[in-house]
């Protein structure tokens, strides 16, 4: 698995953070996913992690012993524990979101990032053959991935300021050119995401499922609910780009430089609507 992340993963962000050693990969059991939670969370309070992957590895549900729902139903049932929903729910759609009170790795502040969201991948996803064929949540395992959107663009951010200007971004008292070097990290995490989404178009038989970036460049199309941990019927989504929510992240950033009242990173993930916390 460690292998595959390392050299075939197809998301840019997250190969960038496996190769940095923020990525925590833990083989896991239904019994231990609380307590792999508590050492991601740790972790993420330490400045030590950005992602995290439950690694299932049951012979059972390898690639040709059973198909992407029967894997999906187990994976939800392993996750279970620290859902505020039923496995069944999850594997039918629901979202297993946790809200995490972390320090803003760009403003310094604690606040509570909402959309830390586990997302099931197995290796039946691949198989065109199969009803729920979606190479976008594919991997060489079962498995689950946990990680933010805004935790993770936020960590971007603050790497783009050490190596820029060496030191954080609240020690920058610049308001101006802190928004310069917002809107470069905008345009990269843009470039980041956009190449991802081609470089899983590549993988795909987009007469199946498509995938590809709107013509305005603002959305990403694909074939399952973002945030949805699993899905039993599939159907045609749209999903922002970093050009939108990028934009949405920065601006509370800047108000928060300007003056503003303490950072608050809830409902900053899609839409500038609340994520439920779990």
Same mark, same amino acid.
Request: glycine share 4%; aromatic share 10%; net charge negative.
């Given at each position: ?13 997250? +190969? ?5 050693? *923020?990525?925590?990969? $833990? ?9 792999? %939670? ?21 012979? +059972?549900?390898?690639?040709? *012993? ?10 939800? =049932? =392993?996750?279970? %524990? ?8 999850? &594997?039918?759609?629901? &979202? ?5 009170? %972390? ?5 310094? =502040? ?12 197995? @290796?039946?996803?691949?198989? *065109? ?5 979606? @190479? ?23 790497? #783009?300021?050490?190596?820029?200007? $060496? ?5 920058? #008292?610049?308001?101006? $050119? ?7 990290? !905008?345009?990269?995490?843009? *470039? ?39 899905? =039993? ?8 780009? @970093?050009? %939108? ?6 601006? +509370? ?10 950072? !608050?990173?809830?409902?900053? &993930?899609?839409?500038? +609507?609340?994520?439920? @916390?779990?």
């Amino acid at each position: 698995m460690k292998a595959w992340m390392a050299r075939d993963l197809p998301c840019v962000a997250g +190969r960038r953070e496996y190769s940095r050693g *923020r990525y925590m990969v $833990r083989n896991a059991s239904r019994m231990s996913v609380p307590m792999i %939670l508590a050492d991601y969370k740790a972790a993420l309070a330490r400045g030590e992690a950005v992602a995290c992957l439950f690694v299932f590895n049951d012979v +059972r549900f390898y690639e040709g *012993r059973a198909d992407t729902a029967e894997t999906f139903h187990f994976l939800a =049932q =392993q996750m279970e %524990l620290i859902a505020g929903v039923s496995a069944c729910e999850l &594997a039918n759609g629901a &979202a297993l979101t946790t809200a995490i009170e %972390l320090r803003c790795p760009v403003t310094g =502040q604690t606040t509570v990032f909402d959309d830390f969201e586990c997302i099931a991948f197995c @290796p039946q996803s691949d198989n *065109r053959a199969d009803p729920l064929y979606d @190479p976008l949540m594919y991997a060489p395992y079962p498995c689950v991935n946990m990680s933010s959107d805004v935790y993770a663009f936020s960590r971007f951010v603050a790497d #783009s300021a050490l190596a820029a200007w $060496r030191k954080p971004v609240r020690e920058e #008292s610049d308001i101006d $050119r802190i928004a310069r070097l917002f809107e470069v990290c !905008v345009d990269r995490w843009q *470039r980041v995401a956009t190449r991802t989404i081609a470089n899983f178009a590549d993988i795909t038989d987009t007469s199946l499922c498509p995938v590809h970036v709107t013509a305005d460049q603002t959305h990403w199309i694909a074939k399952h609910k973002d945030p949805a941990f699993a899905e =039993q019927k599939k159907e045609v989504h749209s999903h922002e780009l @970093p050009v %939108l929510y990028g934009e949405r992240i920065t601006k +509370r950033w800047l108000d928060f430089f300007g003056g503003a009242n303490d950072y !608050v990173a809830a409902g900053l &993930a899609r839409d500038g +609507r609340p994520v439920s @916390p779990m």
